[in-house]
């Protein structure tokens, strides 16, 4: 599969090449990563053809962005497409208070939820100046749900705010050109299905809802989005690592060690790649991409190598008896649209 290969993202103007560069890691998602390995990544990332790159301004307290801007505010604009998130605001962090949670390797800052209207205008102004950069071509609305916002009344409050004030915001800013497109970023179906349904959104950035392990989002969310053109782009296509690294003791599913039952079901997935000689991580990355709603997959790199070995992977051919075994072993659904 040609990781270059351009599709349109809903019924907007913009086209998203199939494989992108999520930025997430390169904030400290996680742990430290040095400057120059994570600008590295996303210059290599850049010189292979990938020409669609994700932040946000939460990815590190805004260090994700600086990273991204850093390598691609010296290439022509048209080059590549960009996408970065509003909902939260960033402040200063005072000497005196906590350490932020979740983002311990993140810039001194600290994030408040804002989904107002002005908040959307705050954001993106931040967002701006931290890429230098003077245009962002498709802004996702970012965490609304109950993981985030930490109950369901709360949960609520946001997505109602979001509707009287972000929504109405982003409307205008595609309305007027300043962006090419807008949808809402997110973990979790319920949210994706509500965002389609209300809204007009463009595309939607869904995590980890449809995978080679996962494929729940083609129960409502895939037909939904297919009756309404709206673009799907997929972020944690390894779900957390657990499709690159195996079933081993430790291994995480949705960034918590996988349950036992989900650690057999890969080891069954893992056998049936290993009998057709193909990694288990390249037919991960390449199966979303099978589905007609699915614009493209992006997963998160941490340095040059990580990039290289993705790029090396959605190269990969996969015999279509591959996934014609997956689905005779029960391994993946027999609806789910694959080659062959």
Request: net charge negative.
């Given at each position: 599969?040609?990781?270059?290969?351009?599709?349109?993202?809903?019924?907007?103007?913009?086209?998203?090449?199939?494989?992108?560069?999520?930025?997430?890691?390169?904030?400290?998602?996680?742990?430290?990563?040095?400057?120059?390995?994570?600008?590295?990544?996303?210059?290599?990332?850049?010189?292979?053809?990938?020409?669609?790159?994700?932040?946000?301004?939460?990815?590190?307290?805004?260090?994700?962005?600086?990273?991204?801007?850093?390598?691609?505010?010296?290439?022509?604009?048209?080059?590549?497409?960009?996408?970065?998130?509003?909902?939260?605001?960033?402040?200063?962090?005072?000497?005196?208070?906590?350490?932020?949670?979740?983002?311990?390797?993140?810039?001194?800052?600290?994030?408040?939820?804002?989904?107002?209207?002005?908040?959307?205008?705050?954001?993106?102004?931040?967002?701006?100046?931290?890429?230098?950069?003077?245009?962002?071509?498709?802004?996702?609305?970012?965490?609304?749900?109950?993981?985030?916002?930490?109950?369901?009344?709360?949960?609520?409050?946001?997505?109602?705010?979001?509707?009287?004030?972000?929504?109405?915001?982003?409307?205008?800013?595609?309305?007027?050109?300043?962006?090419?497109?807008?949808?809402?970023?997110?973990?979790?179906?319920?949210?994706?299905?509500?965002?389609?349904?209300?809204?007009?959104?463009?595309?939607?950035?869904?995590?980890?809802?449809?995978?080679?392990?996962?494929?729940?989002?083609?129960?409502?969310?895939?037909p939904l989005c297919a009756e309404r053109n709206i673009g799907v782009v997929i972020g944690g296509p390894y779900n957390s690592g657990i499709l690159v690294h195996g079933p081993?003791?430790?291994?995480?599913?949705?960034?918590?060690?996988?349950?036992?039952?989900?650690?057999?079901?890969?080891?069954?997935?893992?056998?049936?790649?290993?009998?057709?000689?193909?990694?288990?991580?390249?037919?991960?990355?390449?199966?979303?991409?099978?589905?007609?709603?699915?614009?493209?997959?992006?997963?998160?790199?941490?340095?040059?190598?990580?990039?290289?070995?993705?790029?090396?992977?959605?190269?990969?051919?996969?015999?279509?008896?591959?996934?014609?075994?997956?689905?005779?072993?029960?391994?993946?659904?027999?609806?789910?649209?694959?080659?062959?």
């Amino acid at each position: 599969m040609d990781h270059r290969f351009e599709r349109k993202l809903g019924s907007s103007g913009v086209a998203l090449t199939a494989l992108g560069f999520g930025a997430a890691p390169i904030g400290g998602f996680r742990f430290a990563i040095a400057e120059d390995e994570a600008t590295g990544a996303v210059r290599t990332a850049y010189d292979a053809g990938i020409g669609y790159f994700d932040t946000s301004p939460y990815y590190g307290y805004g260090r994700s962005e600086l990273r991204v801007g850093q390598v691609l505010r010296e290439e022509p604009r048209d080059g590549f497409v960009l996408s970065t998130k509003i909902g939260r605001v960033m402040s200063p962090h005072r000497p005196d208070d906590a350490t932020p949670p979740l983002r311990p390797n993140g810039l001194p800052f600290d994030e408040r939820f804002d989904y107002s209207y002005d908040g959307v205008m705050r954001s993106l102004e931040q967002s701006y100046l931290r890429l230098g950069m003077n245009r962002i071509d498709v802004v996702y609305i970012h965490d609304v749900d109950i993981f985030s916002h930490g109950t369901p009344d709360a949960y609520e409050r946001a997505y109602a705010a979001v509707l009287e004030g972000a929504v109405p915001a982003l409307e205008e800013l595609r309305r007027n050109g300043v962006i090419g497109a807008f949808g809402a970023g997110l973990n979790d179906t319920e949210p994706c299905l509500r965002f389609a349904r209300d809204t007009s959104i463009d595309c939607l950035l869904v995590a980890g809802r449809y995978t080679l392990l996962v494929q729940e989002a083609m129960d409502e969310l895939l037909p939904l989005c297919a009756e309404r053109n709206i673009g799907v782009v997929i972020g944690g296509p390894y779900n957390s690592g657990i499709l690159v690294h195996g079933p081993k003791e430790g291994s995480t599913y949705f960034y918590k060690p996988a349950p036992a039952g989900i650690r057999e079901r890969v080891a069954g997935i893992e056998a049936v790649c290993a009998r057709h000689g193909v990694p288990m991580a390249a037919a991960a990355l390449q199966f979303p991409l099978h589905h007609p709603c699915v614009v493209s997959t992006i997963p998160g790199a941490i340095s040059r190598a990580e990039v290289r070995q993705g790029v090396a992977w959605m190269r990969m051919a996969i015999p279509d008896a591959l996934w014609a075994e997956l689905k005779q072993e029960g391994l993946l659904r027999a609806d789910a649209p694959v080659p062959g």
